[in-house]
């Protein structure tokens, strides 16, 4: 059952995240709305668009209080940015492969890893 104060971000504060190498964020401290948050796992979503390279993060967040949250962004040129994030069906498919490793996000997106 996913941690009662789950909250799903709609929008996010932008931090730095490297995304070719999005593992590096683990741990990493960003900003919310609601205060600083530690990254405690990520998937990140290889997308392109446009004729440039695109993606986008879907973040198990923790705040000093410990109440976690879920963050919803999409990157370019290496950062996380603010707006919407559009998945197409492969987008979401690579989303539930790396939700296969990552069980603590499934279980706060409210689904059981396969």
Known sequence: MPHASVI?????ASHPCVFPRYRRTMGATVTTPWGRATVLEEVAIPQAGGGRELGSLVQLLEGADGERLVRFAYTT??????????LRAGDLERLREGLR???AL?????LRPR
């Open 8 to 12: 799903v971000l709609a929008r996010l």
């Open 77 to 86: 040129g290496g950062t996380a940015r603010r707006g919407p994030v559009t």
């Open 101 to 103: 490793e990552r069980r």
């Open 106 to 110: 499934a279980r706060a997106l409210g």
